[in-house]
């Protein structure tokens, strides 16, 4: 951890530009500090391009192409956002079990300076593996218990680099964990255009409640990121499955786990015609903590309908994300292979632009 911590240190690699985001002191909304203005996030997922077959991941190019993030990040910043969630891959961070990859975790820290000259923060998504074909055999191979430990000196470096940088909003402790499975189903699910969205946190419960199993890797992940940054919010990303079962029950945001988390993240796609019930499943996550939807888009609902649940949904909601993914408004209105798809894409980021004064603040 002497090389991280000695990264973390140069100036050159650190973002003190921006306030820190907080949450406020009523524990309902965020605040900068010190300056104490309020704070609402809209931004986007840069998940990935829209080159190759199934989009390249941030690593797949970050190093050879840092041109192509400096402006994809100048293109974020014109859409009107003011957080961009990124995703990073445990192949890409972690060389071996006790071996964080020093030159990651050095861009990463450029990619923070990056950040704060375009005045935007970052919510770091961790412990990706949505590149079945590049997770190490080492580490997919693991048990639990080494499995998890390899998670905690994942984020315990991570967060060593961005401690003290206004110009991160949270840590996401992992896109969309889910508990349950089997040793023949292994740790990835949530297949979708060849990219693995979903892990399980065991394979085994071993007589374990889910919620004993959440509360467990909840504070060992934790426990990690506030050993070497106190400060930074930590939150996890949900699948909201009150849209599937409407007597479902928050598990990370149940009482138990919830107190380790400083606010709700959650996924929503709403379907056509149905926003009310996105809503309903939305008001399950109302908890008494600021709340972030992390992920939306008019993926299976038209972009009216994408309006009208963002504009039911501020009654309680903190920040929206939706997507971007390196094409600029042009680009896509002057494509001609996928004109259907390209229109919808461009429209929705002209949507997106328009709402960004009214949504967020600063």
Same mark, same amino acid.
């Given at each position: 951890?002497?090389?991280?911590?000695?990264?973390?240190?140069?100036?050159?690699?650190?973002?003190?530009?921006?306030?820190?985001?907080?949450?406020?002191?009523?524990?309902k909304g965020f605040v900068l500090e010190p300056s104490g203005k309020s704070f609402r996030v809209w931004g986007v997922n840069y998940d990935h391009d829209a080159k190759g077959e199934n989009g390249r991941l941030l690593e797949d190019y970050w190093m050879e192409e840092w041109d192509t993030v400096r402006e994809d990040f100048a293109e974020i910043r014109e859409l009107g956002a003011n957080v961009v969630r990124v995703h990073l891959q445990v192949a890409k961070f972690m060389n071996g079990p006790n071996k964080p990859n020093q030159v990651a975790l050095a861009q990463l820290g450029k990619l923070l300076l990056l950040a704060e000259t375009n005045h935007l923060r970052l919510d770091i998504t961790g412990l990706g593996c949505y590149h079945k074909q590049d997770v190490p055999a080492w580490y997919d191979q693991m048990d639990e218990t080494n499995r998890w430990?390899?998670?905690?000196?994942?984020?315990?470096?991570?967060?060593?680099?961005c401690r003290g940088s206004g110009a991160v909003f949270c840590y996401d402790l992992m896109n969309e964990?889910?508990?349950?499975?089997?040793?023949?189903?292994?740790?990835?699910?949530? *297949?979708?255009?060849?990219?693995?969205?979903?892990?399980?946190?065991? &394979? =085994?419960?071993?007589?374990?409640?889910?919620?004993? #199993? $959440?509360?467990?890797?909840?504070?060992?992940?934790?426990s990690a990121?506030?050993?070497?940054?106190?400060?930074?919010?930590?939150?996890?990303?949900?699948?909201?499955?009150?849209?599937?079962w409407p007597t479902a029950k928050p598990l990370f945001y149940s009482p138990e786990i919830a107190k380790h988390l400083d606010f709700v993240s959650v996924h929503f796609y709403p379907k056509k015609s149905e926003v009310d019930k996105a809503l309903k499943a939305l008001a399950v996550y109302d908890?008494?903590?600021?709340?972030?939807? *992390?992920?939306?888009?008019?993926?299976?609902?038209?972009?009216?309908? &994408? =309006?009208?649940?963002?504009?039911?949904?501020?009654? #309680? $909601?903190?920040?929206?994300?939706?997507?971007?993914?390196?094409?600029?408004?042009?680009?896509?209105?002057?494509?001609?292979?996928?004109?259907?798809?390209?229109g919808l894409i461009a429209g929705w980021l002209k949507d997106f632009k328009k709402q960004a004064s009214k949504r967020k603040s600063p």
């Open positions: 951890m002497a090389l991280v911590a000695a990264l973390s240190a140069c100036p050159i690699l650190r973002a003190d530009g921006l306030d820190r985001v907080v949450v406020s002191r009523d524990g430990n390899v998670q905690a000196r994942f984020w315990q470096a991570v967060a060593e680099t964990p889910i508990i349950g499975g089997k040793e023949s189903e292994g740790w990835l699910t949530g *297949e979708l255009g060849g990219n693995y969205f979903v892990q399980r946190l065991t &394979l =085994d419960q071993r007589g374990r409640s889910q919620q004993e #199993i $959440a509360l467990a890797w909840v504070e060992k992940m934790t990121i506030r050993s070497v940054d106190p400060d930074h919010l930590i939150t996890v990303g949900v699948i909201p499955w009150a849209m599937v908890i008494g903590k600021p709340l972030v939807i *992390e992920e939306m888009f008019p993926l299976s609902c038209s972009q009216e309908d &994408l =309006d009208e649940f963002i504009e039911g949904s501020s009654k #309680i $909601a903190n920040g929206w994300i939706s997507f971007y993914w390196g094409k600029t408004i042009e680009e896509y209105e002057a494509a001609k292979e996928h004109k259907l798809v390209d």
